[in-house]
């Protein structure tokens, strides 16, 4: 069965500071790989998405990046980060494009000081 | 620009039935989902609308009308565990999934 691990499950870091998160899935191959941020009490902003290695879209615009060294590996970066960085951070995957059900991690807590 | 429109706040009794709405205007649509998230959890996929109509899945029902782009979330026999933020999601004409605000449902004893 697959399975997706995220950490770490909670952050708190200073503003200012880099940030590092980390997605593996496992027993699939080829997923379709997400990042969102959600703010307490909102829905989910997508922030990024890649269809395979090397391959990253963003949708919004900030200072986070993300990049996919592995098949199965999706990372989530930031060489400074803001107060407005803080946020519940997913990461999720789908067989493919068309496929309808997203499976997410358990995800991790950021709050930035 | 692309939106959802959900309640924030539904509450409802133990045993009873209780429908969460939802409207959208998107750019594209290929489906309308459910998702269902407990506080401090990960969404879990509930169910998933391709065409008009009713899905039916055990306790939870989806339905959908596109041409009035709407759909809702139907529960049935409400359970405590049921207490939860209920996410819609259209997928629009990128194939992404444009999220709901949620909608938080407190269930009364």
């Known amino acids: 069965s697959q399975t997706i691990h995220q950490w770490p499950a909670t952050l708190v870091q200073p503003v200012g500071s880099p940030l590092s998160l980390e997605c593996t899935v496992e027993g699939t191959s080829n997923p379709n790989l997400y990042w969102y941020r959600q703010a307490a009490g909102r829905g989910l902003q997508l922030l990024f998405y890649?269809?395979?290695?090397?391959?990253i879209s963003s949708e919004v615009p900030q200072n986070l990046s993300a990049s996919r060294p592995q098949d199965r590996q999706f990372i989530l970066s930031s060489k400074k980060l803001l107060l407005s960085d803080s946020g519940f951070y997913l990461c999720?995957?789908?067989?493919?494009?068309?496929?309808?059900?997203?499976?997410f991690g358990p995800g991790t807590r950021l709050l930035v000081l | 620009g692309q939106s959802l429109e959900q309640p924030s706040e539904v509450t409802a009794v133990e045993g009873a039935i209780v429908q969460i709405n939802c409207t959208y205007q998107t750019s594209g649509f290929y489906g309308l989902s459910w998702y269902q998230q407990h506080d401090g959890g990960a969404p879990t996929f509930l169910s998933y609308?391709?065409l008009d109509g009713l899905e039916e899945t055990g306790r939870f029902s989806s339905f959908l009308s596109r041409s009035d782009s709407y759909g809702y979330l139907l529960l049935q026999e409400l359970q405590m565990k049921d207490s939860a933020s209920y996410f819609c999601?259209?997928?629009?004409?990128?194939?992404?999934?444009?999220w709901g605000a949620g909608t938080k449902l407190i269930i009364k004893p």
């Open positions: 890649s269809v395979g290695i090397g391959q």
């Open positions: 999601a259209v997928r629009d004409s990128n194939y992404q999934l444009i």
């Open positions: 999720a995957w789908t067989e493919g494009t068309v496929k309808e059900t997203q499976y």
């Open positions: 609308n391709g």
